[in-house]
């Protein structure tokens, strides 16, 4: 029996949002982003307003606003989004217990057993469209297929408050000829690969030697050629299933573009300390490392490592951030935005080797003080106490990084 599963994607979620909050910019250019007196930070999300005007997630401030010189930019507030998407969720579980989120914004749903209830899954889709805008005032599009890669392409074909029936018959005409950077788990780093190689639609994927994939991207090249062609019976997770995250990272556009080690050092220090707080606070360890450096023409150079040990000790993230950034500097060097992320993570506590020289005491003293100091931020504000080396350049490190973090549930891929 084929299974329904369905795609929620919360349109411009953010956006979305705090245009509840201000109607008044509901027909006016908007993003959620940074500050742009301070050229600092990326658009995270757009009205359609916006969009008309060519604005782009993911693009620099100053781009959205050269394309868009009277758009208004709104600080993001991740507390009043998690509420939303709570909400959302809340919904989402009136029609089955098999709700697995991918980030605030994104659901899928396996509502194989609800129809009998509630109908076919394009009926259950409507029915939840209906349900969210009259109750929450936000529009999701969805996608409604037999696994989770295919509905999720599915809920990208119209954009707002859409519904796509992609069925396994549909395959070849409606799915194969989209883009292949469309596909699930594939970023630009992957993108840029399979071009390079007269790969460009989803199509030409799947019809590739699997063999050939598989030299040139390991195991991933498997992966993908069977989720181009329609093959994942991966499982939605249930509404009350611990999904362990994956990665966690922090990245940041500064206001002047970094030229030397010391204001990398000082940019990475203060990103380390925001992760390892956040990897505290979940109970969790990282086992490798990776940074982002984007250039001042936008080139994105992302390179990570194993870590020695597992860790979520600022001290170490930052020592594996700067060791990482000596291996792909290309002097002379101008970076307008960096970025840490911890991956392959791990609980708090799982055995680790001893390494050679190393004190174990330094180390469980060293996690007290950090936890303790988490603690004292989490009462009294995150600047209450701060590293000695952050406090040199206020205009680099003077922000607070953790109000614009990224949180994977599912494995970050290039």
């Excluded at 990665?247 to 925001?274: H, K, M, P, W, Y």
Aim: hydrophobic share 35%; aromatic share 6%; net charge positive.
């Amino acid at each position: 029996m084929n299974r329904v599963i369905l795609h929620c994607d919360c349109d411009c979620f953010y956006a979305s949002v705090e245009m509840l909050y201000h109607p008044e910019y509901r027909h006016r250019p908007m993003a959620v982003g940074g500050d742009p007196t301070r050229r600092h930070g990326i658009v995270l999300a757009k009205n359609q307003a916006a969009k008309m005007q060519g604005v782009k997630t993911g693009e620099a401030l100053w781009q959205a606003q050269q394309k868009c010189p009277d758009i208004i930019f709104l600080p993001p507030r991740f507390p009043l989004y998690q509420q939303h998407s709570a909400a959302v969720r809340e919904i989402f579980s009136r029609y089955t217990d098999q709700v697995e989120a991918f980030g605030l914004d994104e659901c899928w749903l396996d509502v194989t057993g609800s129809r009998r209830l509630f109908g076919d899954g394009v009926t259950i889709a409507r029915r939840i469209q209906k349900e969210v805008r009259e109750e929450l005032g936000i529009t999701l599009s969805v996608g409604v297929s037999f696994n989770k890669t295919i509905s999720k392409l599915g809920s990208d074909y119209r954009k707002p408050n859409g519904i796509t029936l992609l069925p396994r018959s549909a395959l070849a005409e409606l799915v194969w000829p989209l883009p292949v950077e469309r596909l699930l788990m594939v970023g630009p780093a992957t993108t840029a690969l399979l071009k390079r190689k007269g790969i460009r639609t989803i199509g030409q994927l799947a019809n590739a030697n699997p063999s050939v994939l598989k030299n040139w991207m390991g195991k991933r090249g498997e992966l993908l050629y069977a989720y181009a062609n329609g093959w994942d019976n991966s499982p939605v997770a249930r509404f009350d299933e611990l999904q362990l995250v994956k990665s966690i990272g922090n990245s940041t556009t500064t206001c002047r573009d970094l030229t030397n080690r010391e204001e990398i050092s000082q940019v990475f220090l203060l990103l380390a300390d925001s992760v390892a707080r956040r990897l505290r606070k979940q109970g969790l360890e990282a086992k490798q490392i990776c940074i982002s450096l984007r250039d001042t023409e936008l080139h994105t150079i992302t390179h990570q490592m194993p870590l020695s040990r597992p860790t979520c000790l600022s001290g170490e993230l930052h020592h594996g951030a700067l060791e990482l950034f000596e291996q792909v500097k290309e002097e002379p060097y101008a970076y307008r935005s960096i970025g840490i992320t911890a991956q392959n993570l791990c609980h708090q506590g799982e055995p680790g080797q001893l390494l050679l020289g190393e004190d174990p005491v330094r180390r469980k003293k060293q996690k007290a003080l950090e936890t303790a100091v988490d603690d004292l931020r989490r009462r009294f504000g995150s600047q209450l106490v701060r590293w000695g080396g952050l406090l040199t350049d206020l205009s680099l490190t003077g922000g607070n990084p953790s109000e614009e973090h990224t949180i994977h549930p599912a494995a970050f891929h290039p």
